[in-house]
């Protein structure tokens, strides 16, 4: 299928459109009348012509360049029942066969080799599961063999992340934390009424909402970093109405998050999935309601953004950089056995497995193939308008989902558009040499550094 360069888009409210030139990021204003739907790239490159010079080309990755990011398999299980969680309630389907958890040998190994794999270092690791906490002696014991490893060295220390439900968190756990200066993701679907519908406590009418409020005053007490993860999900969709996302996004803000991802549920359960038009539809208003929302904060003398994801699309915009795919492969997942994968959601499919721990490495063309895989390489995103910066293509949810790595999901591609569509429109409605303008750019430019 030939790529697609020149988007349309309809803006509401005033007298023109836009005409979006993904390759370069270029945006042009254009008479309402235009009907720009008919026209070929080929038409509107005549006009254009310089613009044929510039070509998407994503990143070549090789296996034992660059540095890498590890997650590890730190449980196999978890003290919740979350409907939608992809791992079957946190369970993960075959954690008879495998080991429950990782212990620290098992971590401090896998450092020692994918460090040898990647001379240029390992710049992340994050402990994942299951739910992480339910083993953090193993965390606990290997942290600072860790942190000696590289400090012997003479190198710095790589960024550390836990991802939680935060209901395990106690005073000893944050003090540890906070001296190892471990970041934490928190997930928690926003109010009471929605998020105690998915995600659920194992002990009979307990409320996992009220456990995560005191675990973020908790974590905030002990001057913890923390984000949280909300997950939108249909309940969300059934319940909106045109100004009740802002709602929700202000009773977020208050938790003084350092950043809060939002994303779209994907699950098998029919009462939780957004798949039918009506609520991709929905879906589409609300995302463009939260985008409105950060974006209008960048007017703001001295503004916070938390959601730093809604804005990431215009950043990259501006810049005119095309957005890597999926880092699935450029970094990797270790399971509680050793396994290496290319992420958590292909750890049950021994065809995707890289290489063991164990034994010393990973196969290099198994890597390469994983690595490169793009979403240019997929009809729909060929002819997509978010080609170039789409941070939701995920190609281990959608092999999960369809079998398929390039077959997209549409509440995704719902979502990533009209986050693109409304950064564009803010992009064109700027006016050059006002002080809006400067502030605008000033305050981009500060939430690019934040972002880093």
Partial sequence: ????????????????????????SKIARVPKHADMEKMSDEVIYQTFEKLKEVSITPKHREYGKGSIGITFMSSRTCN????????????????????????????????KAIDEMYPEGIKSISFFGGEPLLYFKEIESFVPEF??????????????????????????KLE??????????????????INDIARIVQKEGASIYDTVIKAIEKTKSHGVSFSIQMTINQNHIKQYKPGLAAEWLEIMEKYETE???????????ADLQIKDKAHLEVLDQMVREITR????????????????GMIAALIQLAKGKYVDSCSAGHSVF?????????????????????????????????????????RMDGDRCKVCIAQSVCSFWCKGIQYLSTGDMYEVLDSRCVFQIANVEECLKALANLKKGTDMYTRFWNNVANANKQAQ
């Fill in 1 to 24: 299928m030939t790529v697609k360069h020149f988007f349309p888009v309809e803006v509401e409210g005033e007298d023109y459109n836009l005409l979006y030139h993904a390759p370069s």
């Fill in 80 to 111: 919740l029942s979350c409907v939608y969680c992809f791992a079957g309630e946190g369970e993960y389907g075959d954690s008879e066969v495998k080991s429950k958890y990782i212990s620290s040998d098992l971590y401090l190994d896998s450092v």
């Fill in 147 to 172: 942190e000696q490893y590289f400090i012997s060295r003479g190198r710095e220390v790589p960024y550390i992340g836990i991802s939680t439900n935060g209901s395990l968190l106690t005073n000893k």
């Fill in 176 to 193: 540890f934390i906070k001296q190892h200066n471990i970041k934490i993701v928190m997930s928690f679907d926003g109010p009471k009424e």
């Fill in 259 to 269: 950043n809060l991802a939002i994303v779209v549920v994907e699950t098998d359960h």
């Fill in 293 to 308: 929302y950060y974006i209008n904060k960048l007017y703001e003398e001295t503004p916070v953004i938390r959601a730093k």
């Fill in 334 to 374: 270790v399971d509680t056995d050793g396994g290496i994968y290319p992420c958590h959601m292909f750890c049950n499919d021994d065809q995707f497995l890289l290489g063991n721990v164990r034994d010393g490495g990973m196969d290099r063309e198994k890597v390469n193939v994983q690595a490169n895989i793009d």
